[in-house]
């Protein structure tokens, strides 16, 4: 059986208007960052962890938020 060793790091970034996504892999596992553009710079509004979950679950949940499928602020 082969053994694949996957690189620490950002991996996909995912942006549409004024929302972007970067799916990150850390020791943990997957993750994906969540930013919002204000003016002319962008803020990181939140860190979603899928760590119990795989890399295209990170990629859907980068996408739903740029599509906006879903808000983190209230």
Do not use: P
Not at 42 to 59: I, L, Y
């Amino acid at each position: 059986m082969t053994t694949y060793k996957i690189a620490l790091g950002e991996h996909h970034t995912y942006q549409r208007d004024d929302r972007q996504a970067k799916v990150n892999y850390t020791q943990k596992g997957w993750s994906v960052d969540l930013y919002e553009r204000n003016s002319e710079s962008w803020s990181k509004v939140e860190t979603r962890d899928c760590f119990e979950h795989s890399e295209t679950w990170a990629e859907d949940v980068a996408e739903n938020f740029v599509d906006r499928m879903y808000d983190v602020r209230a």
